[in-house]
C-alpha cells in the first residue's frame, strides 16, 4: 500500500466550483504540506501543516484553505476554482527533524492529482 | 533571483555516459539539500540528500555540495536509459523545501 495517497488522482471543473483535494498519509509523520507544480516553474508552496494544530501559509496561499483533519489526513480546498488553478497537486510528509537523522528530513510525496479548471 | 536555479536543460547524453547536474540556491541560511527524480507525471522521489559540505555517493550517483559558493551539483556515472528524468534541486531553510525548476536529463541507447 502506498505510504501517502492523495483523491482523486484527476479532476475536471468549471470555474467558480467549489474543489477538495486530500492527503492521507501512513508513515506517522507530523509534518504535511501542499506544492502545485506547472510546467517551467517547478514545485511551489502552498501549505503547511507541522501538527494538527498548526497551520502555515506558504508562498502561494492566495484562493487556497486547508484543513487539518487528524494527523494523517490534510486537504486543500479551492473554494472557487479558476483556470490558473489548472496544475499537477502534490501532497508530501516528513517527520519532526532529529527523529530520523539530518537536520531537515527528507519530504515524501504522494502520486499527485491532476486538476483542470476550464 | 530565484531562490534555487538550476542549469535549464535539457540535458542529452550517451549510454555510459556522466550526466552533470548544477544548483546555486540564494540563502546562505540553508542547512539540508536534497536531490528529487521526477518521470513524466510521476511524483518526485528522493534520490540524494546531503548537509555537509564535500562529496556523498550513492551507487552511480555522487553529490557535491560547496556552501561557501552556494553551489550542489549531481553527477550520475554510467548513465542508463532508466535515468531519463526531470531531476529537481531542493534546499532546505527553516524546515521549508524550495525547489528549482528542474533539469530534464534524456539518455540516448
Known amino acids: 500500500d502506498a505510504d501517502v495517497t492523495q483523491t482523486p488522482r484527476n479532476r475536471i471543473t468549471k470555474t467558480g466550483k467549489r474543489i477538495m483535494l486530500e492527503c492521507s498519509q501512513t508513515k506517522g509523520h507530523d509534518r504535511m504540506y501542499w506544492y502545485r507544480q506547472d510546467p517551467g516553474l517547478g514545485l511551489r508552496l502552498i501549505y503547511y501543516s507541522f501538527d494538527v494544530k498548526d497551520i502555515n501559509k506558504g508562498e502561494i496561499s492566495d484562493g487556497y484553505s486547508v484543513s487539518r483533519q487528524a494527523q494523517a489526513k490534510f486537504s486543500l480546498s479551492l473554494e472557487s476554482a479558476i483556470p490558473n488553478q489548472t496544475a499537477l497537486y502534490f501532497c508530501?510528509?516528513?517527520?519532526?527533524?532529529?527523529?530520523?537523522?539530518?537536520?531537515?528530513?527528507?519530504?515524501?510525496f504522494g502520486p499527485g492529482t491532476r486538476l483542470t479548471v476550464l | 533571483q530565484k531562490e534555487v536555479e538550476q542549469n535549464s536543460g535539457p540535458l542529452s547524453v550517451p549510454e555510459g555516459a556522466i550526466a552533470s547536474l548544477n544548483c546555486t540556491y540564494s540563502d546562505r541560511g540553508s542547512q539540508s539539500f536534497f536531490w528529487y527524480r521526477q518521470y513524466s507525471g510521476k511524483s518526485p522521489e528522493l534520490i540524494m540528500s546531503?548537509?555537509?559540505?564535500g562529496d556523498k555517493e550513492d551507487g552511480r550517483f555522487t553529490a557535491q555540495l560547496n556552501k561557501a559558493s552556494q553551489y550542489v551539483s549531481l553527477l550520475i556515472r554510467d548513465s542508463q536509459p532508466s535515468d531519463s528524468a526531470t531531476y529537481l534541486c531542493a534546499v532546505a531553510n527553516d524546515y521549508k523545501l524550495s525547489f528549482g525548476a528542474g533539469t530534464t536529463v534524456t539518455v540516448r541507447a
Open positions: 508530501a510528509t516528513s517527520a519532526v527533524p532529529g527523529l530520523a537523522g539530518g537536520p531537515t528530513d527528507t519530504q515524501y
Open positions: 546531503i548537509y555537509s559540505n
